[in-house]
T-cell receptor
Framework: DVKVTQSSRYLVKRTGEKVFLECVQDMDHENMFWYRQDPGLGLRLIYFSYDVKMKEKGDIPEGYSVSREKKERFSLILESASTNQTSMYLC??????????????FGPGTRLTVT | EDQVTQSPEALRLQEGESSSLNCSYTVSGLRGLFWYRQDPGKGPEFLFTLYSAGEEKEKERLKATLTKKESFLHITAPKPEDSATYLCAVQEGYGGATNKLIFGTGTLLAVQP
């Protein structure tokens, strides 16, 4: 069974704090993704990584950065948290292939509240 | 602009009352369409992948179909435990090796006993 774990289910942080969200997958997937999910907006891609130390911006990267030092771990960093970053954050991973696309497997999510 | 639209936004069914959810897409070239189930406060759970028009996949009471412009998720004789939000996502264009997906906003299904 594919397993994607996230470091926290719930987090409460203050405006201006630096926030780290961590994600670990145990399926040797090359690709890893960070999304945020907001009511009425669906899942929006923040950043993704297709290999160790490689990263690419998604649709809404502003205010975020990422780190991938090991294949199984992908971290999302909020450099200076703001109230508009209150959201559900979802990590996902998938195999990488040049042929048919592979499905992404999601973690349980982190509900972040910035006050 | 590439888009994925799901309808209806919400659907309430009686137990045993079959129905279908719709996912329509406008992308330059579909490489794959994915269905997920999401329970409240949890991450999406993968259900199906469809790659080409005419393809069908089944799992228990769920059946997914694909045409060139839309996909349907048919729910036969639903039970209360099928209540969840169902998400559709597509990968478009050449996609490369990164498998970026475009998600719809989901259909919230409630099945009443």
């Amino acid at each position: 069974d594919v397993k994607v774990t996230q470091s926290s289910r719930y987090l409460v942080k203050r405006t201006g704090e630096k926030v780290f969200l961590e994600c670990v997958q145990d399926m040797d997937h090359e690709n890893m993704f960070w999304y945020r999910q907001d009511p009425g907006l669906g899942l929006r891609l923040i950043y993704f990584s297709y290999d160790v130390k490689m990263k690419e911006k998604g649709d809404i990267p502003e205010g975020y950065s990422v780190s991938r030092e090991k294949k199984e771990r992908f971290s999302l960093i909020l450099e200076s948290a703001s109230t508009n970053q209150t959201s559900m954050y979802l990590c996902a991973s998938s195999f990488r292939g040049a042929g048919r696309p592979y499905e992404q497997y999601f973690g349980p999510g982190t509900r972040l509240t910035v006050t | 602009e590439d888009q994925v639209t799901q309808s209806p936004e919400a659907l309430r069914l009686q137990e045993g009352e079959s129905s279908s959810l719709n996912c329509s897409y406008t992308v330059s070239g579909l490489r794959g369409l994915f269905w997920y189930r999401q329970d409240p406060g949890k991450g999406p759970e993968f259900l199906f992948t469809l790659y080409s028009a005419g393809e069908e996949k089944e799992k228990e009471r769920l059946k997914a179909t694909l045409t060139k412009k839309e996909s349907f998720l048919h729910i036969t004789a639903p039970k209360p435990e099928d209540s969840a939000t169902y998400l559709c996502a597509v990968q478009e264009g050449y996609g490369g090796a990164t498998n970026k997906l475009i998600f719809g906003t989901g259909t919230l299904l409630a099945v009443q006993p």
